[in-house]
Every structure is written in C-alpha cells, then in structure tokens.
C-alpha cells in the first residue's frame, strides 16, 4: 500500500535544464567570490569536493561536512571567512537564477493531491546543495515549504550520501520509517532516481517524455510518462501499481 511519495525536484517537479542552469549558477558564484577565490580554483574544487559527496557510502559524516573538509582546505581558504558570503549568496543572488527553469503547473496539483490522499511526502533531490537553495527551487516550482509539511527535503546538511550510492535511499526509508515497497520514487533520471532506489526495493514511476533514448528497462517500473500522467494515476489509485507484480 502507497504510504510515501518519493519526488525528484530538478527535471521532474521543476523544468529546469543542467545544461543551462549549471553554467549560470556557477558564473554568479564565483563571481560572488572573485575578490577572495579565482574563478578557475573555485569551480575545480567545487566539483572535486561534490565527487568525494557522491564517493559516500552513508557512513561518513554529512555531505556538508565531507564537502568542507575537502573544498576549503584545497583553496587555502578560511571555512568560517567563506561560508558567510555562500549563505548571503544564496539568499540574495542565486533567486536571480530563477529565469533557467519554467513551473511545471502540475506539479502543484500533485503535491497537493499527495497531501489530501494522507501520504508522506518526500522531496528526494541529489542533496549536494544546501538547503536554502533546495528550498528556493522549490518555491520556483510552485511547491515551497511554506505551503507544504514535507516529512523530509533531503538537504547537504542533514543526508549522508547522494543518489550515487543506495545509502541515500536507505537514509530516507530510515528517517520516515516507512518500508521501500509502501514508497514510491517519481524522477527523471534512471540511474539515480529508478536503478538506485530499485536496488533499495523502492518501486519507480519514470518521468520521461516520449523522445527519451530508449532505456533497457532490467527493473520492474510502476510507469513512465509525464507527470500529469503520474497525477492522473495518483488520483486513479493505481499509482504504485507495478504491472505484472
Ligand atoms: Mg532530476
């Protein structure tokens, strides 16, 4: 029985394409920084510290901590001189970056409809950004905090593996003590979103369009389509229903 919705945000809740938004994204941060840090040393360490978030298997410390200890000390720079300005950068400049991405309108209709039928609900976004900038999307996406009792918005400050590692999706199903088969993972991406939480035994409804690249489908999905489609079943009944299981 569905007991909890496991919902991706960028690409799924949130139109919002990595090829134009990463560029932005970091183009205004290391602008923020470029009197403290240059450019080119910010954006290496920046993706040499997420590589060793996503190296995590769960039993390290929190993906903030492990970013730290890698990030400041390869710049040489002072962790309690620099992360002031990343806090006023994401309050005050990364909002501006609101412009690459597009609401999807259904998105709304679903976390609403997910409440009203009395399920958890979990946003399950690649926690290797702060909560502020995850709470900020999600307030683009027309789903913010403020109007909804998340049981949980997997943050870099409180998860202690991405969804490059299983341990990401054993954390969630830990913290909501609920078990895989009563959850469902809605996402667009396959690996991380349908092949790690399926290793896990958490069932999958793929939010893909009609022109994805034909994936091998190895695990039993609960569907695939548009995330009116996902609506659509979700007020059905017939969401978490896996075909042939
Ligand atoms: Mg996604």
Not at 80 to 86: I, N, R, T, Y
Request: aromatic letters at 10%; a negative charge; hydrophobic letters at 45%.
């Amino acid at each position: 029985m569905l007991r909890a919705l496991l919902l991706d945000l960028d690409g799924t809740l949130l139109d919002n394409p990595m090829d134009r938004f990463i560029p932005a994204y970091f183009q205004a941060l290391t602008r923020w920084v470029a009197d403290r840090v240059p450019p080119d040393a910010l954006i290496r360490e920046l993706l040499r510290a997420t590589r060793a978030m996503e190296l995590g298997d769960g039993s390290g410390p929190t993906n903030e901590e492990t970013f730290a200890a890698h990030f400041y000390p390869a710049l040489g720079v002072d962790r309690a001189e620099l992360e002031p300005e990343f806090r006023r950068f994401y309050a005050e400049a990364f909002p501006s970056l609101q412009v690459f991405t597009r609401a999807r309108p259904e998105a709304r209709l679903l976390v609403g409809a997910a409440f009203a039928q009395g399920l958890d609900v979990v946003i399950a976004t690649n926690p290797v950004f702060p909560r502020a900038a995850i709470e900020e999307r999600l307030a683009w996406a027309g789903v913010g905090v403020d109007s909804f009792a998340y049981a949980l918005v997997t943050c870099y400050e409180e998860m202690h593996a991405t969804k490059s590692d299983p341990a990401y999706y054993h954390e969630i199903l830990a913290r909501i003590g609920t078990p895989a088969p009563d959850c469902l993972m809605v996402g667009d991406d396959w690996q991380w979103d349908m092949v790690t939480a399926a290793t896990c035994g958490i069932p999958g409804f793929w939010v893909s369009d009609a022109e994805a690249p034909p994936t091998t489908l190895s695990i039993p999905l609960a569907g695939r389509g548009s995330l009116a489609d996902v609506l659509r079943r979700l007020a059905a009944g017939t969401l978490a229903t896996v075909p042939g299981a």
